[in-house]
């Protein structure tokens, strides 16, 4: 089975600080993702890789980069936490480079920022 | 970015009936549509995908596509209690050189016993 995990389920940070989200996949997926969900909006992707050292943005990739060395990790960083940036923070993976595909995701991060 | 529209619901109905879920799409370039689930303070998970017109079937769940219509449809036979959860809608879109999913915002659904 695909495990793609993520480094905390609920995180608290104060409005300012630099955040790093982690995400690690053990199933030599090409292709990585970060989401963020929140009630109403539904999921909104942020930025996508599909290649060690490659990023794209996705549709909202405003106050947010992204870092990928390696192949099986991807990491999504907020530069300076605001409030509105509280929400779900949702990771995948999928398989075949360039495709979109059969995406399968993490537990998620829980962020809040006071 | 195109869109994906779903209805919100909730969609209710009597354990055993038949659900019926729907989704259109705005992309006529759309090639692949995926079904996730979703359950309420867990993330997604893929269910069923469709790429050809017509139906496909995977136990008591049928994907629909009407390409013509831009139509993506999600029938669960039997329903039981545990497929109550949140049904999202995902269709490809191509950005440059490579692709993404956009989702759309899901429809809930509760199977009553």
């Known amino acids: 089975d695909v495990k793609v995990t993520q480094s905390s389920r609920y995180l608290v940070k104060r409005t300012g600080e630099k955040v790093f989200l982690e995400c690690v996949q053990d199933?030599?997926?090409?292709?990585m993702f970060w989401y963020r969900q929140d009630p109403g909006l539904g999921l909104r992707l942020i930025y996508f890789?599909?290649?060690?050292?490659?990023?794209e943005k996705g549709d909202i990739p405003e106050g947010y980069s992204v870092s990928r060395e390696k192949k099986e990790r991807f990491s999504l960083i907020l530069e300076s936490a605001s409030t509105n940036q509280t929400s779900m923070y949702l990771c995948?993976?999928?398989?075949?480079?360039?495709?979109?595909?059969?995406?399968?995701f993490g537990p998620g991060t829980r962020l809040t920022v006071t | 970015q195109k869109e994906v529209e779903q209805n919100s619901g909730p969609l209710s109905v009597p354990e055993g009936a038949i659900a019926s879920l729907n989704c259109t799409y705005s992309?006529?370039?759309?090639?692949?549509f995926f079904w996730y689930r979703q359950y309420s303070g867990k993330s997604p998970e893929l269910i069923m995908f469709?790429?050809?017109?017509g139906d496909k079937e995977d136990g008591r769940f049928t994907a629909q596509l009407n390409k013509a219509s831009q139509y993506v449809s999600l029938l669960i036979r039997d329903s039981q209690p545990s497929d109550s959860a949140t049904y999202l809608c995902a269709v490809n879109e191509a950005q440059g050189g490579s692709e993404k999913l956009v989702f759309g915002k899901g429809t809930k659904l509760t199977v009553n016993p």
């Open positions: 469709i790429y050809s017109n």
């Open positions: 995948a993976s999928s398989l075949d480079p360039g495709v979109a595909g059969e995406q399968y």
């Open positions: 992309d006529r370039g759309s090639q692949s």
């Open positions: 890789s599909y290649d060690v050292k490659m990023k």
């Open positions: 199933m030599d997926h090409e292709n």
